[in-house]
């Protein structure tokens, strides 16, 4: 079986978006309800997808969530047919070792494939966050959401102020070159250009 720290061939080889996913989610820093609320980007943990006071967690996810009733079974049962274990331990063992143990990584790609889980929460969500923060000044990660915009932004002019800095001292030796030539080359000139010294 392949162990933790080991390269894992299939979520090295599939798309970098859904890779991410994977080791966002094994390594617990994939954007749950209780992982945005503890960097202050959310209100509150519950599950954007469930009824109720539901903690969304990793485990809430792969097992519990409403969202993925279907997608949980077939997770389960994909598990069992590639490490042999009997029916039911899939839904006992620690998440954790769903992510460590490399014969399941093909059932949780599937699983991540057919659904939404380590995506980050929905836009219109982000929209109502956003018009939040701007309306109280904070709340719901409003003041993150803001000074990540501006440093974007700065970012950009930043990068374009010095690309253009450049070009237009590119585009300024190659006219004093061509100049320097021209003075070099015209008739008189002497192949050369000479430096006067006057003094008094």
């Given at each position: 079986?392949?162990?933790?720290?080991?390269?894992?061939?299939?979520?090295?080889?599939?798309?970098?978006?859904?890779?991410?996913?994977?080791?966002?989610?094994?390594?617990?820093?994939?954007?749950?309800?209780?992982?945005?609320?503890?960097?202050?980007?959310?209100?509150?943990?519950?599950?954007?997808?469930?009824?109720?006071?539901?903690?969304?967690?990793?485990?809430?996810?792969?097992?519990?969530?409403?969202?993925?009733?279907?997608?949980?079974?077939s997770l389960c049962k994909t598990v069992g047919q590639a490490t042999g274990?009997?029916?039911?331990?899939?839904?006992?063992?620690?998440?954790?070792?769903?992510?460590?143990?490399?014969?399941?990584?093909?059932?949780?790609?599937?699983?991540?494939?057919?659904?939404?889980?380590?995506?980050?929460?929905?836009?219109?969500?982000?929209?109502?966050?956003?018009?939040?923060?701007?309306?109280?000044?904070?709340?719901?990660?409003?003041?993150?959401?803001?000074?990540?915009?501006?440093?974007?932004?700065?970012?950009?002019?930043?990068?374009?102020?010095?690309?253009?800095?450049?070009?237009?001292?590119?585009?300024?030796?190659?006219?004093?070159?061509?100049?320097?030539?021209h003075l070099a080359g015209s008739p008189g000139g002497g192949g050369d250009i000479r430096v006067l010294s006057y003094s008094n």
């Open positions: 079986m392949g162990k933790a720290g080991t390269k894992r061939p299939i979520p090295m080889t599939c798309v970098q978006s859904l890779a991410a996913r994977f080791y966002r989610l094994k390594s617990v820093h994939a954007p749950t309800g209780v992982y945005l609320k503890r960097f202050g980007h959310r209100d509150d943990n519950k599950c954007w997808w469930c009824e109720g006071n539901v903690s969304q967690m990793r485990e809430h996810l792969l097992r519990h969530c409403s969202r993925c009733k279907d997608q949980q079974k274990w009997k029916p039911g331990r899939c839904r006992h063992v620690q998440i954790s070792e769903l992510f460590t143990i490399e014969e399941c990584d093909q059932a949780v790609m599937d699983f991540l494939v057919a659904t939404e889980v380590g995506k980050f929460p929905p836009k219109c969500s982000i929209g109502m966050e956003w018009a939040q923060g701007l309306r109280l000044g904070g709340g719901a990660g409003g003041n993150e959401i803001i000074l990540l915009s501006l440093s974007f932004f700065l970012s950009f002019f930043l990068v374009l102020f010095v690309f253009l800095s450049h070009f237009i001292c590119q585009r300024g030796q190659r006219v004093a070159g061509g100049e320097l030539r």
